[in-house]
Nanobody, 121 residues
Framework: QVQLVESGGGLVQPGGSLRLSCAAS????????MGWYRQAPGKQRELVAT???????NYADSVKGRFTISRNNAKNTIDLQMNSMKPEDTAVYYC???????????????WGQGTQVTVSS
């Protein structure tokens, strides 16, 4: 079982910055692919950024060049640095951990409870 706790959400003005953190429990953090997702009111949850166990990153087109995902395996944490923020970045942001559980590649996803990010003047 993996528990994920997000922090760092809040209110920020357009053009501003915010940094989210996700703390993970469990002994297999370094072997897990991690990610940030977000869900705006009335919309489906969407991928923001992911980082694999070996540090390879992937970003949604809407955040490329503005957001940076990173991980610290010694602390079992991932961060999301968000710069040049826009009102359309407003959403609940969720941390996700993906752990492969079989040699065939079956996996289990764990989710945090989410943290609200609001971009508004």
């Amino acid at each position: 079982q993996v528990q994920l706790v997000e922090s760092g959400g809040g209110l920020v003005q357009p053009g501003g910055s915010l940094r989210l953190s996700c703390a993970a429990s469990g002994r297999r953090f370094s072997a897990s692919d991690m990610g940030w997702y977000r869900q705006a009111p009335g919309k489906q949850r969407e991928l923001v950024a992911t980082i694999t166990s070996d540090g390879t990153t992937n970003y949604a087109d809407s955040v490329k060049g503005r957001f940076t995902i990173s991980r610290n395996n010694a602390k079992n944490t991932i961060d999301l640095q968000m710069n040049s923020m826009k009102p359309e970045d407003t959403a609940v942001y969720y941390c996700r951990s993906r752990t492969v559980v079989t040699v065939e590649g079956a996996y289990v996803d764990y989710w945090g409870q989410g943290t609200q990010v609001t971009v508004s003047s």
